[in-house]
């Protein structure tokens, strides 16, 4: 998917902290609230089309999506973990 060294290279670009590949059990929860059509990016649009992929900020807050391979790191495409479901929402892959 992202290659090891750029993944390593990559941080957000809010607050430069680490970014790290979602997990799938987050991916599936992400996609479900995408099926509902209630997930909205930092730009207030909705996310109509599911995610293959996306790095999650190290403090799990926010997803930066990945499409086609391409990680989209812009800060209003990014997607608030907040929205999804649970009170909980799955952690992060650590950086390390």
């Known amino acids: 998917m992202i ?3 750029l993944l390593g ?6 607050d430069q902290s680490p970014l ?3 997990e799938e059990p987050l991916m599936a929860q992400v996609n479900r609230v995408i099926a ?4 909205k990016n930092r730009a207030g649009r909705v996310v109509d089309a599911a995610i293959e992929a996306a ?3 190290q403090d799990g807050t926010l997803l930066y ?3 086609d391979g ?3 790191m812009l800060i209003e495409e990014a997607i608030p973990v907040d929205q999804l ?3 909980e929402a799955p952690s992060p892959k650590d950086p390390a």
């Open 3 to 5: 290659d090891e060294e």
């Open 36 to 39: 509902t059509g209630q997930l």
């Open 9 to 14: 290279l990559l941080v957000c670009p809010e």
């Open 65 to 67: 999506p990945i499409v």
């Open 20 to 22: 790290a590949l979602a």
């Open 70 to 72: 391409i990680p989209v």
């Open 85 to 87: 479901e649970g009170p």
């Open 55 to 57: 790095l999650v900020r």
